[in-house]
């Protein structure tokens, strides 16, 4: 194997072997031809020719020789130093390449469907990091479903942690858990404190997720809604749960979300079970042809998520 380690002083492009390295580096530390040749299990005549042929590639001697002793030059220093360097890499290289290969070392980026999947997101991350310490596991920031899918088939992250249901063509679903649609009311409002149907929200102000970055549960409520004979009543956008909550404190309207959103606790607001909506399925997804062996240890991971929801 021949490497490059860049010009010498003449402006030569400098390729020398392996093996040559090896050789230099067992004279410069012995100091002496014949323990290096005895280090090297080899007669010491090759050995020499082998240090002559690495001096004429790199075009400055790189040893003084003389009858009693051998020495560095200064450029042998500095070609030490960069000679380490480069056979520490090169017998490092196999085993890197059978870790990543092994899914035991590489990137993993995980999108995920904002603040009502952070407890199961946590619970993933905690449990990727125990089984896989020297994989790097990228988190991209909140984004809704339809955004996650796109992003997925854009090949921008390696799986997604998102709300179904969502187009699924070329894609892996592995669904983890239901969430119960609730009603994010301020506290003394007429609905809090009692049994709710989708039916009692008609006529409600609501405010909603964005309506133009692949929400699933704006079509999920919407669904809901004209099965029971009316369309949701959206007054007002919101970028995400916590904000919703927040405005639902302030009066603005209700909001409709998934119960886990009972963890951010805004002051001034109760969430109330919807009785009869269907549950929101909260589910990682992944690309189908995606040969990333560091994503098949997540994967991988599922059951044992799945078990302690």
């Not at 402006?11 to 410069?28: D, K, M």
């Not at 990543?100 to 619970?123: D, H, K, N, P, W």
């Not at 997604?160 to 249901?165: A, D, K, M, W």
């Not at 995606?290 to 991988?300: C, E, H, K, M």
Request: net charge neutral; proline share 7%.
């Amino acid at each position: 194997m021949r490497v490059d380690l860049g010009k010498a002083a003449r402006g030569r492009e400098v390729g020398v072997e392996l093996r040559h390295l090896q050789a230099f580096v067992a004279v410069a530390e012995e100091l002496n031809f014949r323990r290096a040749a005895v280090r090297l299990h080899m007669s010491q005549p090759p050995l020499s020719q082998q240090i002559k042929r690495l001096e004429h590639e790199v075009g400055v001697p790189l040893l003084r020789r003389t009858t009693r002793q051998v020495s560095l030059t200064a450029a042998g220093e500095a070609f030490l130093r960069e000679a380490r360097k480069t056979l520490e890499s090169a017998e490092a290289a196999p085993r890197l390449a059978r870790q990543a290969a092994a899914g035991e070392i590489g990137v993993v980026r995980l999108g995920f469907s904002g603040q009502t999947s952070y407890q199961v997101m946590l619970l993933i991350v905690r449990k990727f990091r125990e089984r896989y310490p020297d994989v790097r596991l990228d988190i991209v920031s909140p984004l809704y479903g339809g955004e996650l899918v796109e992003r997925l088939h854009q090949q921008e992250i390696d799986a997604g942690l998102l709300r179904l249901p969502v187009p699924t063509e070329g894609l892996r679903v592995r669904e983890l858990e239901q969430h119960p649609l609730a009603v994010a009311l301020p506290e003394h409002h007429r609905l809090a404190g009692r049994s709710v149907g989708v039916a009692d929200l008609r006529g409600e102000p609501v405010i909603s997720y964005p309506t133009n970055r692949g929400s699933v549960v704006n079509q999920l409520v919407q669904a809901a809604c004209l099965r029971h004979g009316f369309s949701p009543r959206f007054v007002q956008e919101a970028p995400d749960t916590h904000t919703i909550l927040s405005l639902v404190g302030a009066g603005s309207g209700i909001g409709l979300v998934p119960a886990t959103a009972g963890h951010l606790k805004v002051p001034g607001v109760v969430l109330v079970p919807v009785h009869d909506a269907p549950p929101v399925p909260l589910a990682l997804v992944w690309r189908e042809d995606d040969p990333n062996p560091a994503l098949a240890g997540l994967v991988g991971l599922l059951d044992e998520v799945a078990a302690e929801l």
